[in-house]
């Protein structure tokens, strides 16, 4: 039985809850109205007549589930018990509004997603993708940031609740397929500077962070500062992507003069080798792609896509709706001499327009 409309036309914490409450104690009246009193009742059931029906701890409907918060529950204990993974806490977080629940408090439990679009009538939820290049132990022009800046941006990130998502997560949201929670982040390094491994690497591990890593082919496994195949690989087991930069890293836009037959030529090279090298040395072959300098048309939109690429990057510095455009997805390029209030600049998370 169900015991509102559609799942869609009301999601108010609120509206769910008094329904959900409504229904119990209507449920509980009806069971008592179907029960005949004896014509003399003995004091003994007199006085249990007159206690109120016990309300149950948990109560469920197909989309959710209110339960009385018990000490020591928070989001993350209740997602692991009612949603299968402590991971899913940030549905509870924003649904009711809260991170922390009272002993006693009814606590809402959506069993699914409620705004797969990320869209409301105030506007719609940008997801923004972090761009970075080469870490050292000191800043060396615009791409080679301190370690010492890299940590405190992806502390600043921890501390203030900020999910960093994988490609899978973030490909199904432009699908349509998830929702996300409001402060939900990509991370991406490029080329495949082996100083990912010495320094990104461990202050990631660190916060519980993922990342993407764009390589271009004929960069990889050159010499003592770019990453080797094998060390790709192990990344890759360890829940960082691997995902393509083309072969060159070269311009992959039709230069001036190049005949139609040499841009074909070129072409096949920079977006086919990868993806045969990635399935001999990883197993897999890429579904993504950053354009080299961010730099595409539309004929190179097409190329990527008929190739069998999945989605590509610009550089672009703007955050993406779920219905930003798979093969022209904004990231926003982090430099060295970015100070934290510039880097904060690069995180917005919402886009105000006037839906109704």
Same mark, same amino acid.
């Given at each position: 039985?169900?015991?509102?409309?559609? +799942?869609?036309?009301?999601?108010?914490?609120?509206?769910?809850?008094?329904?959900?409450?409504?229904?119990?104690?209507?449920?509980?009246?009806?069971?008592?109205?179907?029960?005949?009193?004896?014509?003399?009742?003995?004091?003994?059931?007199?006085?249990?007549?007159?206690? &109120?029906?016990?309300?149950?701890?948990?109560?469920?409907?197909?989309?959710?589930?209110?339960?009385?918060?018990?000490?020591?529950?928070?989001?993350?204990?209740?997602?692991?018990?009612?949603?299968?993974?402590? /991971?899913?806490?940030?549905?509870?977080?924003?649904?009711? /509004?809260?991170?922390?629940?009272?002993?006693?408090?009814?606590?809402?439990?959506?069993?699914?997603?409620? %705004?797969?679009?990320?869209?409301?009538?105030?506007?719609?939820?940008?997801?923004?993708?972090?761009?970075?290049?080469?870490?050292?132990?000191?800043?060396?022009?615009?791409?080679?940031?301190?370690?010492?800046?890299?940590?405190?941006?992806?502390?600043?990130?921890?501390?203030?609740?900020?999910?960093?998502?994988?490609?899978?997560?973030?490909?199904?949201?432009?699908?349509?397929?998830?929702?996300?929670?409001?402060?939900?982040?990509?991370?991406?390094?490029?080329?495949?500077? %082996?100083?990912?491994?010495?320094?990104?690497? &461990?202050?990631?591990?660190?916060?519980?962070?993922?990342?993407?890593?764009?390589?271009?082919?004929?960069?990889?496994?050159?010499?003592?500062?770019?990453?080797?195949?094998?060390?790709?690989? %192990?990344?890759?087991?360890?829940?960082?992507?691997?995902?393509?930069?083309?072969?060159?890293?070269?311009?992959?836009?039709?230069?001036?003069?190049?005949?139609?037959?040499?841009?074909?030529?070129?072409?096949?090279?920079?977006? *086919?080798?990868?993806?045969?090298?990635?399935?001999?040395?990883?197993?897999?072959?890429?579904?993504?792609?950053?354009?080299?300098?961010?730099?595409?048309? *539309?004929?190179?939109?097409?190329?990527?896509?008929?190739?069998?690429?999945?989605?590509?990057?610009?550089?672009?510095?703007?955050?993406?709706?779920?219905?930003? *455009?798979?093969?022209?997805?904004?990231?926003?390029?982090?430099?060295?001499?970015?100070?934290? *209030?510039?880097?904060?600049?690069?995180?917005?998370? +919402?886009?105000?327009?006037?839906?109704?």
């Amino acid at each position: 039985m169900r015991f509102w409309g559609s +799942f869609h036309d009301d999601r108010s914490r609120e509206t769910v809850l008094a329904r959900l409450l409504s229904v119990l104690f209507l449920s509980t009246v009806i069971a008592g109205c179907a029960t005949t009193a004896p014509m003399s009742p003995t004091s003994e059931e007199l006085s249990q007549a007159v206690k &109120p029906p016990a309300v149950p701890d948990v109560f469920e409907s197909e989309e959710f589930i209110v339960v009385m918060a018990k000490p020591g529950d928070n989001p993350q204990s209740l997602a692991a018990r009612f949603l299968g993974a402590a /991971g899913k806490s940030w549905m509870i977080e924003e649904y009711n /509004g809260a991170a922390s629940f009272s002993p006693g408090q009814q606590v809402v439990i959506p069993r699914r997603y409620w %705004k797969l679009a990320g869209v409301d009538p105030t506007g719609y939820q940008l997801v923004p993708v972090l761009c970075y290049h080469n870490i050292a132990p000191q800043a060396k022009g615009r791409l080679t940031i301190a370690v010492k800046t890299f940590e405190e941006q992806m502390r600043y990130l921890k501390n203030e609740g900020y999910r960093v998502l994988n490609f899978a997560e973030f490909y199904e949201f432009l699908s349509l397929k998830r929702q996300l929670p409001q402060r939900a982040v990509l991370l991406t390094f490029d080329d495949g500077y %082996k100083s990912f491994l010495q320094y990104a690497y &461990p202050i990631l591990k660190e916060f519980g962070f993922t990342a993407t890593l764009f390589v271009y082919t004929d960069y990889v496994g050159t010499g003592r500062n770019a990453l080797s195949w094998p060390e790709l690989k %192990k990344l890759a087991q360890e829940g960082f992507q691997i995902e393509a930069h083309t072969k060159s890293h070269s311009d992959l836009r039709r230069a001036s003069g190049e005949s139609e037959n040499d841009y074909l030529r070129r072409m096949k090279a920079e977006l *086919d080798q990868p993806r045969s090298l990635f399935e001999r040395n990883l197993g897999s072959v890429p579904r993504m792609l950053a354009y080299p300098f961010g730099a595409q048309d *539309d004929e190179v939109a097409r190329r990527v896509r008929d190739t069998g690429y999945s989605a590509a990057f610009t550089v672009r510095r703007q955050g993406n709706a779920s219905f930003v *455009d798979p093969f022209r997805i904004h990231r926003s390029q982090i430099y060295s001499d970015m100070s934290l *209030d510039d880097f904060l600049r690069n995180l917005t998370l +919402f886009s105000r327009e006037d839906l109704k």
